[in-house]
C-alpha cells in the first residue's frame, strides 16, 4: 500500500536502498560507516536524494538506529495525452486516468509521449514517471 513505513536497521542501508530523512523519501546514493571511538557507537553517515523533489539530504545515525524506509508502489501507466503543462495518464492497472506535471518526468528514462507506456511509483499522493516502457 503507498505510504506504508516499514523499518531496516541503519547498519543495512546500502546505495540505491530507500529511507525517509526529514520526512521525505529519498534514494541512498552514499554510506559512510565510522569505526566506534572512544565516546560511542559506530555511526552511519547516509547520503541521499529526495525521490520527488530532487534534494540533497543527509543523515548522520548510529548503525544500529532503526530507520523508516517508504513503501513506494511501482505501476503502469499509459500516456492518453500531453497537455502542455501536464501529461495525461491512465492506470493499467485501475483504469484511473490523471494528470501530472511535465517537471515529474524530467528524470524519465526515454522520451514521454502520447501511446507510450511508462512505469510510475507512488507515495502517499505523490507520483513520479520513472522510465518509459518499450
Do not use: W
Not at 520527488?52 to 532503526?66: E, G, I, M, W, Y
Not at 523508516?68 to 492506470?91: C, N, R, W, Y
Amino acid at each position: 500500500m503507498p505510504g506504508e513505513i516499514k523499518y531496516m536497521r541503519a547498519s543495512e542501508v546500502k546505495p540505491g536502498s530507500f529511507i525517509m530523512i526529514d520526512g521525505f523519501p529519498c534514494r541512498v546514493t552514499k554510506v559512510d560507516k565510522s569505526k566506534p571511538g572512544k565516546h560511542g557507537a559506530t555511526k552511519a553517515r547516509i547520503e541521499a536524494v529526495g525521490i520527488f523533489d530532487n534534494q540533497k539530504r543527509n543523515d548522520l545515525v548510529p548503525t544500529s538506529a532503526d530507520l523508516a524506509s517508504p513503501m513506494l508502489e511501482k505501476e503502469t501507466a499509459q500516456v492518453i495525452a500531453d497537455l502542455g503543462h501536464a501529461f495525461q495518464l491512465m492506470s493499467l492497472n485501475t483504469y484511473e486516468t490523471f494528470e501530472l506535471p511535465k517537471e515529474s518526468a524530467k528524470d524519465a528514462d526515454g522520451t514521454v509521449e502520447p501511446g507510450k507506456e511508462v512505469e510510475i511509483i507512488t507515495f502517499e499522493k505523490n507520483r513520479k514517471i520513472t522510465r518509459v516502457k518499450g
